[in-house]
Structure formats: structure tokens, C-alpha cells
């Protein structure tokens, strides 16, 4: 029987390596119902891997997933089962499919047709319904795929870079998206006013390893995450 305390998506000691690389190193995390929790660090930090194994295209060698303390072993094409929506770094649209059949196939069951409307009014590019995805320009390709992933009203959405290729404007319209999401959102995500503005809770990922949990305030003066980015950069 789950209690409070075991309520949301927990990452227990996991560990993942390709051969001789160490891709994730240990790495725990709580994301608890209805926060925001950004997973951030240097370019082969390990955030997508651990996103994958959540999505389960990563086996880890060690380690566990729950879900409100039931063990949790996910597989791609299940997800939806658990609740659980993602958004990939780029756009991975049906170039057949209208904007509003995509949006439809992004639901556990075929969304009707009004259900897919709506989000996409949510996400600002209704206008778009019966257009092909190839016609729009990235921007609203992208709103297209937050649109695709909140139709299923996921319990846990999972955004990989969404802020990617999108100007102030966009960037702006997608953080208050994240906030009134009304779900539990896990982001990955290189642009760091938007972590700092959404996020509750932040993990910094270098090298595979765990250096830093905490609030924005916390890991905004963290020396470990400054040396993390300023050792990448340099």
C-alpha cells in the first residue's frame, strides 16, 4: 500500500553504461505530483539517457523506478498506461497527417476530434488544424507537439528541450504553458532563465553524476554547478 510520502515517479540509485562509458553514475530523484522538476547540466551530462530510461529505451545496469511505490518498468509503447507523455528535442510529426490527425494519434486512445481541437487552442495554433506539419514553421511545429502530448492529460509530462530553436516570445508563452500546466511536469532543458523561472526543483547532471539538488535560489549559487559549466564552456 503507497503512502503520501511514496506518491510520484522516484529514480532509486541508477546507473547506465555503454561499454566503457559511465553515462549515469547513481543518480536518485524524487519528482513529486504537481511540481516541476528541470534536469540540467553540460552537453553528455547524461540528461537524455536518463530521460530514456525513464521512457524505457535504456535498460540501466543498477538501480529502480517507482511509480507511487509500485515498481515501475516501462516500455516505450506503454507509457501512455502509466500516464506518462513526452515531447522529443526536435519534432517527430506524421508528415501525412494533418496537424489535428497528429494531435489525435497523441492520445491513449484516438483523440475525437474536439478533444484534439482544444489543445490545440490551448497551444495557440488551432488556425493550423488542417494544415500539414511540413507547411508550418518550427515554432508552431513544436506548439504542435506540446499539443500532441497534452491531449492524453498525462499525469507526468515529459518535456526534452522544448525551448530549442524558439525566439523570447515563444520561449515566454512556453514557460506560462509549463506553469498553468496543471500536471507534473520533468524538464530538460539547456536554457536556463526558463529552468530558473518553471522549476521547483533542479538536478545537476555532470558527467553522468549527481552534483547538485535544489531550488532554483539554491543551485543559481552552487559553486559545484558554476565549476560543472565553467569547465565545459572553458
Excluded at 500500500?1 to 547506465?16: E, R
Aim: overall charge neutral; aromatic content about 6%; glycine content about 12%.
Amino acid at each position: 500500500m503507497s503512502t503520501h510520502d511514496d506518491q510520484g515517479l522516484f529514480l532509486h540509485h541508477i546507473t547506465v553504461r555503454f561499454g566503457g562509458l559511465l553515462a549515469l553514475d547513481d543518480v536518485s530523484l524524487r519528482v513529486p505530483p504537481g511540481r516541476v522538476v528541470g534536469i540540467i547540466g553540460p552537453n553528455g551530462a547524461g540528461k537524455t539517457t536518463l530521460f530514456n530510461v525513464i521512457c524505457g529505451f535504456v535498460a540501466p545496469q543498477s538501480g529502480a523506478i517507482t511509480l507511487d511505490g509500485r515498481p515501475l518498468r516501462p516500455r516505450p509503447h506503454r507509457l501512455h498506461r502509466h500516464g506518462i507523455a513526452r515531447t522529443l528535442q526536435g519534432v517527430g510529426q506524421f508528415g501525412g497527417l494533418t496537424v489535428l490527425e497528429n494531435v489525435q494519434v497523441g492520445q491513449r486512445r484516438k483523440a475525437k476530434a474536439e478533444e484534439a481541437y482544444a489543445a490545440l487552442e490551448r497551444c495557440g495554433v488551432a488556425e493550423y488544424a488542417g494544415a500539414y506539419p511540413a507547411s508550418l514553421p518550427y515554432a508552431k511545429r513544436k506548439r504542435v507537439e506540446l499539443a500532441r502530448a497534452l491531449v492524453a492529460r498525462p499525469r507526468i509530462l515529459m518535456l526534452d528541450e522544448p525551448a530549442g530553436g524558439l525566439d523570447a516570445d515563444e520561449i515566454g508563452w512556453l514557460a506560462d504553458l509549463i506553469r498553468d500546466a496543471g500536471t507534473t511536469v520533468l524538464l530538460v532543458e539547456h536554457h536556463m532563465d526558463l529552468v530558473m523561472s518553471v522549476c521547483d526543483e533542479i538536478l545537476v547532471l555532470d558527467f553522468g553524476k549527481p552534483i547538485a539538488l535544489g531550488t532554483p535560489g539554491e543551485i543559481r549559487t552552487n559553486p559545484k554547478v558554476a565549476e560543472a559549466y565553467l569547465g565545459a564552456a572553458a
